[in-house]
């Protein structure tokens, strides 16, 4: 279980999205927004992960209180701020 929503962000892209930068996961999406991509990312977990990832789990990753939406747009905006 993660506590600290900076944590709980870049586990949710290493266990999700993996050695993928946040500026080559944008260039896939492109004309998206960060919330468009993600969404859409999001939406297909279950079929990238099949019988490991049910949309249940997309709520609240690994306890943490964030859904994998939220986490995963965090991580991408802190990574193209900096």
């Not at 986490?71 to 802190?78: R, S």
């Amino acid at each position: 279980m993660v506590t600290d929503r900076k944590q709980a962000e870049s586990q949710a892209w290493d266990g999700l999205v993996g050695e993928q930068s946040p500026e080559e996961f944008m260039q896939y999406s492109e004309g998206m927004t960060i919330e468009e991509a993600v969404a859409s990312y999001v939406k297909d977990l279950p079929d990238i992960f099949p019988g490991e990832i049910e949309e249940k789990d997309l709520e609240d990753f690994d306890g943490s209180g964030y859904t994998v939406q939220e986490l995963l747009e965090g991580y991408i905006k802190t990574a193209i701020k900096n």
